[in-house]
């Protein structure tokens, strides 16, 4: 039998990512730029994929009380957030002020999934589930720093993915 504390700590991720999903749409219905609409729907995508694997533990835990071995492949964000040299996913132009809010409202978002699955993935038993919840910690991670890199530009921070696009050195020869 599966304890009460773990299906309530799947309840709640379900929950979460719910929400995550809901609000990504929104914010990409209501960007009017289209690499802002892309990057919010890539990470309503990332969220469902997130809800549908949870709940496929959550009903093995409660059928069968074992966990299901899970693999969950890298993200598209997973893999362009290290590698991205360009900055083709900005949002920009007038809506750039007013999608600041939505984008500091994902990477809230972010942040507490983060530490959330981080915190499941210390107190779970079942290697599996400690697998499973420290692979979500990961990929919340990749959506933080995407979300990031969009607040830099906007803001022109000077920086793109933590790395700044400005030198202090002398360009004397």
């Known amino acids: 039998m599966t304890d009460p504390e773990t299906l309530a700590a799947l309840a709640t991720a379900v929950e979460a990512e719910k929400q995550s999903l809901h609000n990504y749409l929104e914010f990409a219905w209501n960007t009017r730029d289209s ?33 299901q071995p899970a693999s969950v492949d890298a993200t598209v964000i997973e893999r362009i957030v290290p590698r991205l040299s360009d900055k083709s996913l900005r949002i ?22 983060q530490v959330f699955y ?19 910690a990961e990929m919340e991670a990749a959506h933080y720093a995407l979300l990031q890199a969009e607040i830099d530009s906007i803001q022109q921070t000077g920086f793109w993915f933590g790395l700044p696009e400005f030198t202090l050195e002398s360009e004397r020869p």
């Open 118 to 136: 981080e915190e499941q993935s210390r107190r779970m038993q079942s290697e599996p589930a400690r697998v499973m919840f420290a692979r979500l």
């Open 35 to 67: 690499s802002g609409k892309q990057m919010f729907v890539r990470l309503a995508t990332d969220e469902f994929e997130h809800m549908r694997l949870l709940e496929t533990q959550q009903a093995s835990l409660t059928q069968s009380g074992v966990w």
């Open 92 to 113: 920009r132009g007038a809506e750039g002020q007013n999608q600041l809010s939505a984008l500091n409202t994902a990477l809230d978002l972010e942040r507490s999934a």
